[in-house]
């Protein structure tokens, strides 16, 4: 309402019109302060998501050649956390890091949790 100059009549007691001026500075300062990290926040969000799904995509492509698979991909920190499983033997570390290289991924801090699957038979 203040941008269309929409206001109220002259105060009756003081004879003068209520200012905005000072109220509009402090709504412009208020939503600056909750638009900052909100934005801030958003862009550190999507480059985390981005780094996952590429992360993502070479664990499964890694995994999957040797008969393995991915149960999650998550954000520990600065680290990336990657769970799997499969038979053994388990797929070799550095053949995942040269994938990652190649995917331009070589800056993450990866670590993975190999689970060996090993079935025994119940007693009947």
Excluded at 38 to 59: C, K, M, P, R, Y
């Amino acid at each position: 309402m203040a941008l269309y100059r929409v206001r109220r009549p002259a105060d009756a007691t003081t004879g003068t019109s209520v200012q905005h001026g000072g109220v509009l500075l402090v709504v412009g300062v208020l939503l600056v302060a909750v638009i900052v990290p909100l934005w801030s926040n958003s862009e550190h969000f999507d480059q985390s998501n981005i780094q996952l799904t590429g992360v993502q995509a070479v664990a499964d492509h890694w995994a999957s050649g040797a008969g393995w698979s991915v149960l999650g991909v998550s954000n520990a920190g600065q680290k990336v956390l990657i769970d799997t499983t499969g038979p053994s033997p388990s797929p070799r570390l550095s053949k995942l890091r040269q994938g990652l290289d190649a995917a331009g991924l070589g800056s993450v801090d990866v670590r993975v949790h190999a689970v060996t699957e090993r079935y025994a038979p119940v007693p009947g």
